[in-house]
């Protein structure tokens, strides 16, 4: 089958697109900016990327099916062509993911407001390390393991990130409603995607709908922490099992503690231990993504989760842009983090904060997505940054901001300040940066520099990150 994917480079899309290629199938696309690492990887498996749109170029193409990213929406050109001529099938990703590859696979949907790609990171690289051959998607770069993707085994565990934003401009429904679970983990649960979802109540009415999907034989593993996920694990039609911090949890995290090198904690299955980890990554939910993703690989394979193998974990090296570490040198450190939602933020400056002690931390926050720009977000962003000794806030993205308030960062850095902790708001990136610069030299004390978004800042990270090479 020829598929044409419309927005080929974005990090699902483009590993979906690889995905179908190892699975036979003649795979191309196209997209406005298409960038390194995602480009790299395309063309390396020999997929053509086309820049920009065309209806007359997807006339002459002719493909068997059209895959129409969830970011696409009326007066493209290429979606007005596929509507008005009606000559091409066309579906949205996790439509086409079904069709394809789950439909016959025992499906394992990572799902949660935070930690999905790494708990699916987490979850392959287990089951790689177990030699159970399983297929999977990340919706990131890992490093554990090497690619975001593999076919797997036909009628084995397939582990895919369940992500509740919607599938695409004629589909609303939340693309994990498409991923026919046996097991789904849910994580935690708050109130995020503030452009497709009205509150908190809507967000779990569209979980109760995934939930009821999951089969007499399947399980639900789910936060016993967290009060919005436990409201709607009472199921009376398959098996739940609660993982966290509580006592009365069947999978429980005992003994945490940070390292110097990252953290260590127990997991311990039904009251007996199943496994100590000592590992890089540091900060408390990211044991709990560990936790959750062990179950979730071992149910996949036996009843008896005790006797499937966890002393892999050690050696798991995380995900790009996921605590990353882009700079390390005496008296510096630069980190990149997907981090947007205030709860992720502030966990991860917490976690940070004990992992360097004495150690200046500065936060640059960059309020970009849909829910991190808005007004409504101002006091969990403040409770966030306060963790920082020193915040410095990009420009709000104001793009689709028609009836919403958006976030005044300038009243935003100065309730920091009022606050106890240094602050500053920039009207542009180039700004931020010229302030940056003078901590790429930084060699005495020590300094800790974070970025915080769902983007790039415009640049600013690599041109930060170059800057402290060459320093």
Not at 397 to 416: F, H, I, P, Q, R
Request: hydrophobic residues 40%.
């Amino acid at each position: 089958m020829r598929i044409y994917f419309l927005g080929i480079a974005g990090t699902a899309m483009g590993n979906a697109a690889l995905l179908l290629r190892a699975m036979g199938h003649e795979v191309m696309g196209c997209d406005q900016a298409v960038f390194p690492p995602m480009s790299t990887l395309l063309e390396e498996a020999g997929i053509e990327i086309m820049q920009g749109y065309s209806a007359d170029r997807l006339r002459e193409l002719d493909p068997d099916l059209v895959v129409v990213g969830n970011a696409y929406s009326r007066g493209n050109e290429e979606v007005e062509f596929l509507l008005q001529s009606r000559s091409i099938d066309y579906a949205s990703l996790p439509e086409v993911i079904l069709r394809h590859v789950l439909s016959k696979r025992r499906n394992i949907v990572i799902t949660g407001t935070h930690g999905k790609t790494t708990t699916t990171a987490l979850t392959s690289f287990l089951l790689e390390q177990a030699n159970a051959n399983p297929g999977y998607m990340i919706g990131g770069a890992p490093l554990d393991p090497e690619k975001g993707w593999s076919v797997g085994q036909d009628g084995g565990a397939f582990v895919i990130e369940g992500d509740e934003y919607d599938s695409a401009f004629f589909d609303k429904r939340s693309k994990f409603i498409h991923y026919l679970p046996n097991i789904v983990v849910l994580n935690n649960l708050e109130f995020d995607h503030a452009d497709i979802f009205r509150d908190l109540q809507d967000v779990k009415r569209t979980f109760s709908h995934l939930l009821r999907l999951i089969p007499s034989n399947g399980y639900l593993l789910v936060n016993s922490d967290d009060e919005n996920a436990l409201s709607l694990s009472e199921l009376d039609f398959t098996t739940v099992y609660r993982v966290g911090l509580s006592g009365n949890s069947d999978l429980c995290i005992g003994n945490y503690e940070t390292t110097p090198l990252g953290s260590r904690f127990d997991l311990f299955w039904q009251g007996k231990l199943w496994q100590s980890v000592d590992w890089r990554l540091t900060g408390l939910f990211n044991a709990r993504n560990a936790a959750m993703a062990s179950l979730a690989a071992a149910l996949s394979q036996t009843e008896d989760p005790l006797g499937f193998d966890l002393k892999s974990l050690d050696g798991f090296r995380g995900v790009k842009r996921r605590q990353q570490i882009r700079v390390e040198r005496k008296g510096l450190t630069v980190i990149e983090d997907f981090g947007h939602h205030a709860t992720a933020v502030r966990d991860t400056l917490s976690a940070l904060r004990s992992r360097f002690p004495d150690t200046k931390i500065v936060a640059c926050f960059e309020p970009r997505s849909n829910t991190s720009r808005l007004e409504i977000m101002r006091a969990p962003t403040i409770e966030a940054l306060s963790n920082a000794d020193l915040a410095y806030i990009g420009a709000v993205k104001s793009g689709n901001s028609v009836g919403v308030e958006l976030m005044d960062t300038s009243s935003l850095a100065a309730d920091l300040r009022e606050a106890g902790t240094e602050a500053k708001a920039f009207e542009n990136n180039e700004d931020l940066y010229r302030a940056l610069r003078s901590l790429a030299g930084t060699s005495d004390g020590k300094t800790l520099v974070i970025f915080f978004t769902n983007g790039s800042f415009g640049g600013v990270i690599d041109r930060f990150v170059s800057l402290c090479q060459e320093a």
